[in-house]
């Protein structure tokens, strides 16, 4: 994929990276823009986790391309600064001691089944020393869009990592299903979940 994911190193990076780009793919391939539907992507390298969330635009704003209305330019704007928490995305559990160090907001176009990238921007808080970092994009132009948004969080134990809550699910009425896949040191999961079940469990 395109960006770089700096806490991944080494030989490790190569391999945690290309398990990452995989189920991204996936969620761009034609017909993969699903309204309701949502990808969600965790890798855990060393003492961090890298998170990808990937969702049609109208499951969280509820409409797709440019806005076009006051309204709707208010509710992308409100958008982009609360998916600045990644805890509205995903709440790892309590005991692996994880804080978010960055955030990536994005948009992408899929228009007619192909992809179409917008301008993109990133800003990392690890970078800075002050919190968590964000980036932003503009809004697709047209036609279907996906947003993306990526975190990564530094954990300080990261060996008591044993569940995912996938806080979407509840953060986003439009969001009723995610697929979810976990690539960690020990164990890679899939998992399809939804609002009646918002845990992935590692172990």
């Known amino acids: 994929m395109a960006r770089s994911h700096r806490s991944l190193r080494g030989g490790g990076a190569v391999l945690a990276a290309a398990l990452l780009a995989a189920p991204l793919a996936a969620a761009h391939a034609p017909g993969a823009h699903v309204h309701g539907e949502a990808v969600l992507t965790v890798v855990a390298d060393g003492g ?47 005991a692996a001691g994880c804080r978010q160090t960055s955030a990536e907001i994005g948009a992408k176009a899929v228009a007619d089944g192909h992809d179409h990238a917008h301008d993109h921007a990133h800003d990392h808080a690890h970078d800075h020393g002050h919190g968590a970092g964000h980036g932003e994009t503009s809004a697709a132009t047209g036609g279907h869009s996906d ?57």
Not at 73 to 78: E, F, G, K, Y
Not at 85 to 93: E, N, V
């Open 147 to 203: 947003l993306l948004a990526t975190y990564v969080l530094s954990c300080s134990q990261i060996g008591r990592l044993t569940t995912l809550d996938v806080a979407a699910l509840r953060t986003f009425a439009g969001v009723t299903t995610v697929r979810v896949s976990y690539v960690g040191e020990k164990s890679q999961l899939a998992r399809k979940l939804t609002s009646r079940n918002t845990v992935l469990r590692l172990n």
């Open 48 to 94: 961090e986790l890298t998170v990808e969330f990937v969702s049609p635009l109208v499951n969280l704003v509820g409409f797709e391309g440019e806005a076009r209305t006051a309204q709707q330019t208010q509710a992308l704007a409100a958008l982009k600064t609360r998916l600045k928490d990644a805890a509205l995305i995903l709440r790892p559990a309590s």
